[in-house]
């Protein structure tokens, strides 16, 4: 293991302390928390987009339906009128 110093402004270093406590370690094992938790490879999925993740047939049918409702809107339709 090595040894390292780090300098820290009061306001940070008490936030740090405070957390240590909260958490029931010391400032070192905080330390190596916060790195552990940064350092994630990949990026968490969407809370609400990640819940289809593994259906990918189902979001192209549900992509498609919407497709389909947006072209029988009629104010679809005028609006895509116009901008041609």
């Known amino acids: 293991m090595?040894?390292?110093?780090?300098q820290l402004d009061d306001k940070t270093l008490e936030k740090a302390r405070m957390l240590a406590e909260?958490?029931?370690?010391?400032l070192s094992e905080l330390v190596a928390y916060?790195?552990?938790?940064?350092?994630?490879?990949?990026?968490?999925?969407d809370r609400l987009l990640g819940l289809y993740a593994s259906e990918p047939e189902m979001i192209d049918e549900i992509v498609e339906?919407?497709?389909?409702?947006?072209?029988?809107n009629p104010i679809n339709q005028r609006f895509e009128q116009s901008t041609t």
């Open 34 to 45: 916060a790195i552990l938790k940064l350092a994630v490879v990949e990026p968490p999925l």
């Open 65 to 72: 339906e919407v497709m389909r409702d947006r072209a029988a």
């Open 22 to 26: 909260s958490r029931h370690c010391d």
């Open 2 to 6: 090595e040894k390292i110093e780090l």
